[in-house]
Antibody, heavy 119, light 106 residues
Framework: QITLRESGPTLVRPTQTLTLTCTFSGFSLSTSGVGVGWIRQPPGKALEWLAL???????RYSPSLKSRLTITKDTSRNQVVLTMTNVDPVDTATYYC???????????WGRGILVTVSP | SYELTQPPSVSVSPGQTASISCSGD??????ACWYHQRPGQSPVLVIY???KRPSGIPERFSGSKSGKTATLTISGTQTMDEADYYCQAWDSTTVVFGGGTKLTVL
C-alpha cells in the first residue's frame, strides 16, 4: 500500500525559505521508473506542478519557478524534500506530494499541507 | 509555454453523460491523464494513458483522445461525481495541468 504524507511549516513569513518534506511508504525511490512530484493548489484555484525527482536523481522543475525551487531525495529515509526560496503571499497554497508511476501520471497523492505566507 | 485548455464548467443531469475536453498543441503525441477532486480532498487519478482506468475507478469513467484533444466521459453521471476535474500531460521536461473543469450534477 502506497502512502505519502507532507510535513512542514503551515505559516511562513515573506522572503523566507519554505522547506517541505514528503515521507512515503510502500515503494522505493531507487526502483527504476519511479518518481515523486510536488504539486500545489492556491485556495480556490487550479493545480500547479512544481517539481519532480526520479529514481536516478534526475530532476525537473516548473519553468516559471525553477530559480526558486530545489528538490532532493533521501532514499534510505524514504523522503523527498522541496525547498522554495523567497516566498511571497501568492505562494499560499496547499502543497501535495505524489507518486509518479512509470508514465508521467500521479497515481497516489498525499493529503496535502496548507502553507500560508503572511507577515 | 505548454498549456492545456479545459472548459471552466460543465453541467449534467443525473443519469446523463458528461464530457469534458482538454486541448493542447502537444497532446497530439503525448498521453493525457485525468483526475477528479472533491472539495477538501486530494486529487484522484481516474484515467491514465488516455484511456486506461485505474483499479477501483468505476466503469462509467472513460477517456479518449483524438488529435490534440483528450476527452473524459462520464456515463450515467451520479451526484457523487460532482467535483473538479483536471487533465494533465507532459513534455520532455515539464508536467502540465489543465485549468480544471467544475462538473455540476443537477
Amino acid at each position: 500500500q502506497i502512502t505519502l504524507r507532507e510535513s512542514g511549516p503551515t505559516l511562513v513569513r515573506p522572503t523566507q525559505t519554505l522547506t517541505l518534506t514528503c515521507t512515503f511508504s510502500g515503494f522505493s525511490l531507487s526502483t527504476s521508473g519511479v518518481g515523486v512530484g510536488w504539486i500545489r493548489q492556491p485556495p480556490g484555484k487550479a493545480l500547479e506542478w512544481l517539481a519532480l525527482i526520479f529514481w536516478d536523481d534526475d530532476k525537473r522543475y516548473s519553468p516559471s519557478l525553477k530559480s526558486r525551487l530545489t528538490i532532493t531525495k533521501d532514499t534510505s529515509r524514504n523522503q523527498v524534500v522541496l525547498t522554495m526560496t523567497n516566498v511571497d503571499p501568492v505562494d499560499t497554497a496547499t502543497y501535495y506530494c505524489a507518486h509518479k508511476a512509470g508514465d508521467y501520471y500521479f497515481d497516489y497523492w498525499g493529503r496535502g499541507i496548507l502553507v500560508t505566507v503572511s507577515p | 509555454s505548454y498549456e492545456l485548455t479545459q472548459p471552466p464548467s460543465v453541467s449534467v443531469s443525473p443519469g446523463q453523460t458528461a464530457s469534458i475536453s482538454c486541448s493542447g498543441d502537444k497532446l497530439g503525441d503525448k498521453d493525457a491523464c485525468w483526475y477528479h477532486q472533491r472539495p477538501g480532498q486530494s486529487p484522484v487519478l481516474v484515467i491514465y494513458q488516455n484511456t486506461k482506468r485505474p483499479s477501483g475507478i468505476p466503469e462509467r469513467f472513460s477517456g479518449s483522445k483524438s488529435g490534440k484533444t483528450a476527452t473524459l466521459t462520464i456515463s450515467g453521471t451520479q451526484t457523487m461525481d460532482e467535483a473538479d476535474y483536471y487533465c494533465q500531460a507532459w513534455d520532455s521536461t515539464t508536467v502540465v495541468f489543465g485549468g480544471g473543469t467544475k462538473l455540476t450534477v443537477l
